[in-house]
């Protein structure tokens, strides 16, 4: 069974910082990986989409890396801003349906 | 915005009644998902439609059930309420393409049970 864990739980940071939210996966034969952002409440905004082929994928400020042999990927973000406190999930899909594993996140508060 | 609706916003019920959650797809996709999240927790998968027949199911309870009609919408429905079920039900709309499969999510519904 895939079970996905994000580290830190909670993570707090001045404004302009650079920082890296950890997932890892206990199943490497993932067949993609995701990264979403969450505001209180509310839906869900997929971030990034890494294929398991792939290695990185970038959009402006936010760059995430997979290393699926090691079952780990990251999330960078750069120049943090108020406006980036959320909450950020990371989920794999397994081969066979595009159902998707989440870990528990990590609740960002970037201070100005 | 993602074009996935969903409605209610919110929902009150009591233990034992039983809810109807409705999901509006993104236009072109044919497959739906439904998610379970309680507080503090990642979205749980409960079950997958696809072209109007249930094509996965999480470790959920038959009283979770659901239907996908010929426009791609759905609903989620839940007999026989617990308190545990009080969560945000998301729904996720994609297109079953073996290249990317993206999945849209809805804004959720917060259902509440007392």
């Known amino acids: 069974k895939q079970e996905v864990t994000q580290i830190p739980a909670a993570l707090s940071v001045p404004e302009g910082e650079n920082l890296v939210l950890n997932c890892s996966f206990t199943d490497s034969a993932i067949y993609n990986l995701q990264w979403f952002r969450q505001d209180p409440g509310k839906g869900l905004t997929s971030l990034l989409l890494?294929?398991?082929?792939?290695r990185e994928q970038t959009s402006g400020r936010l760059n995430a890396s997979l290393d699926k042999s090691s079952g780990r990927s990251t999330l960078y973000i750069a120049a943090s801003q108020p406006g980036d406190s959320a909450t950020y999930l990371c989920?794999?899909?397994?081969?066979?349906?595009?159902?998707?594993?989440f870990g528990k996140g990590t609740m960002l508060l970037v201070s100005p | 915005e993602t074009g996935v609706t969903q409605s209610p916003t919110h929902l009150i019920k009591t233990r034992g009644q039983q809810v109807t959650l409705r999901c509006s797809s993104q236009s072109g996709h044919n497959t739906v998902s439904w998610y379970q999240q309680a507080l503090g927790q990642g979205p749980q998968f409960i079950f997958q439609y696809y072209r109007e027949e249930e094509n996965g199911r999480g470790n959920f309870p038959p009283r979770f059930s659901g239907l996908q009609f010929p426009n791609y919408s759905s609903e989620l429905n839940v007999n026989a309420l617990e308190l545990d079920d009080s969560a945000l039900y998301l729904c996720?709309?994609?297109?079953?393409?073996?290249?990317?499969?993206?999945?849209?999510f809805g804004p959720g519904t917060r259902l509440t049970v007392l």
């Open positions: 996720a709309s994609s297109f079953r393409d073996r290249v990317t499969d993206t999945q849209y």
């Open positions: 890494i294929q398991s082929s792939q």
């Open positions: 989920a794999v899909t397994n081969s066979g349906y595009s159902t998707l594993t």
